[in-house]
């Protein structure tokens, strides 16, 4: 067999030799991340090295490139959610908060832990009847998202003036524009 130094590149054989040698030592899986140029491309791979014997062990390495950049467009995806100045939510199926961003916080004065598990129609301002939601959960429904003022737009509506119940009881208003229509 070949050396690990003449298996793999420079700057990787050493670090794979210290995981071997830790995996040999302690008996404990060992994982090692590192990128490798493969046809001018970079690429990640990580290896997993355990312990077979107190001599052998065996390393299982597979491209983790895709993982990668799927991890980083979440991590910048993460960071547009979090320093949005406008309130984001997220629901589940049952239209039950699971997330929510700082603004939203800072908007409607309910902190993220009060909101997780509610609807958004504990937000209401008192200003809609019960056709206003229904059909926001059509628009829901037919299009995944709806998008309004600082809560409660109707999608369905050409144009509102809307009126926001803030936690304190107070009322904010925000302009009327004209918003889309659900296809």
């Known amino acids: 067999g070949h050396s690990i130094e003449e298996n793999l590149p420079a700057e990787v054989a050493p670090l794979f030799r210290v995981s071997l040698n830790k995996a040999l030592s ?3 899986m060992q994982l090692l991340e590192f990128p490798l ?3 001018h491309e970079a690429h990640f791979w990580e290896a997993r090295i355990g312990q077979l014997s107190d001599t052998e062990a065996v390393a299982v390495v597979r491209n983790i ?3 990668r950049n799927i991890d980083s467009q979440l991590q910048l995806w993460a960071t ?3 320093s949005s100045r406008e309130a984001i939510f997220i629901t589940d199926a049952k239209n039950q908060i699971l997330t929510a961003n700082r603004a939203y916080e800072t908007m409607t004065g309910y902190s993220l832990a009060e ?3 509610r609807t958004p129609k504990f937000l209401s301002s008192g200003q809609h009847d019960d056709a206003f939601y229904a059909d926001m959960d059509l628009c829901l429904s037919e299009r995944g998202h709806w998008q309004g003022g600082a809560p409660y737009h109707s999608c369905l509506r050409d144009t509102c ?6 936690r304190s009881g107070s009322m904010t208003p925000s302009p009327s524009r004209a918003l ?3 296809p």
Not at 161 to 166: E, S
């Open 26 to 28: 302690t008996a404990e």
């Open 37 to 39: 140029n493969i046809a």
């Open 65 to 67: 490139t895709r993982r």
């Open 80 to 82: 547009v959610f979090e």
């Open 115 to 117: 909101s997780l598990g």
């Open 161 to 166: 003036t809307q009126r926001v119940g803030r």
């Open 180 to 182: 889309p229509t659900c």
